[in-house]
């Protein structure tokens, strides 16, 4: 069950600071990030493991204008943005009793004003506390209550939003010409990293656990994005998230990239619920 970890240090592990581009373009995808989703959404999935459903991860973004938003860690003013949040319960296994939360505040283009993250393991040994602070000319992250510093730029993103950049660039299901390159800073060490990301599938097909209105579950044809975090960096593991290639009408509502699905190595987040209010 170690693996498991890994599933949640994907989302845990990294904090982003980085260039952002289109293979075989010179336009840069920082410059081209747009929110094409509603004010509100939640999403919330299974944890599945050897085909045995071992948690729940809620993965929810909101828009924020002009106005003050919190963290465990402190309050902090958005004047136009928004958070993304991340919660993760796991019920099974060796690790069940695990809880992760994590909150990136973002500015207007996605870059991150402050984070949180905690982890309280069934493993006491395992537990750590993260906050980072974007707000100065160099970065601040507390780890376990120990302070270190590390260089950013103005185009810094918190690994924690790295979902939500990646839904908010631009891709269609036409083409695979599509990367992604990010420097990180480790929630260990406070190492500066990098990590890659590419679009490896323009039509795959993903099953979720949305039920249309004769009770089937839905089938989603979805643009795959495989994210690699280096092996010189620890484990070489690869995480691929799934967004649908058309938009999906849920409470009369339009969805655009819709997330449907996760993989890490032998985990896998399946959407079975979405949440509006």
Request: net charge neutral; with cysteine; hydrophobic share 35%.
């Amino acid at each position: 069950m170690k693996k498991i970890i890994l599933v949640m240090i994907t989302l845990v592990l990294l904090v982003s600071t980085a260039g952002v581009f289109a293979a075989c373009s010179n336009v840069n995808q920082l410059n081209m990030l747009s929110i094409g989703w509603l004010d509100k959404e939640s999403y919330t999935y299974d944890v599945v493991y050897n085909e045995q459903v071992i948690g729940e991860m809620t993965y929810t973004f909101k828009r924020v204008l002009n106005g003050k938003e919190s963290t465990p860690a402190g309050e902090y003013e958005i004047s136009s943005g928004g958070y993304c949040e991340y919660s993760l319960n796991i019920t099974g296994g060796e690790y069940a009793g695990s809880t992760i939360y994590s909150k990136v505040i973002l500015s207007s283009t996605l870059t991150p004003i402050a984070s949180y993250k905690k982890y309280d393991s069934s493993n006491d040994a395992l537990d750590y506390e993260v906050t980072t602070d974007y707000r100065s000319k160099k970065g601040s992250i507390l780890i376990n209550g120990k302070e270190h510093t590390f260089k950013k730029s103005a185009s810094t993103f918190d690994n924690d939003s790295l979902y939500t950049v990646i839904r908010a660039s631009v891709f269609s299901p036409e083409k695979n010409n599509y990367s992604l390159s990010m420097s990180v800073v480790s929630n260990d060490t406070a190492e500066v990293r990098t990590i890659s990301v590419a679009k490896i599938s323009a039509e795959a097909d993903k099953k979720s656990k949305l039920l249309d209105d004769k009770s089937k579950q839905i089938e989603f044809k979805c643009s795959t994005f495989r994210i690699a975090v280096p092996a010189k960096y620890g484990d070489g593991t690869f995480t691929y998230m799934s967004f649908a290639n058309d938009a999906y009408k849920f409470e009369g509502k339009s969805l655009i990239k819709l997330p449907v699905e996760i993989i890490e190595g032998d985990y896998t987040y399946v959407l079975k619920g979405i949440n509006l209010e």
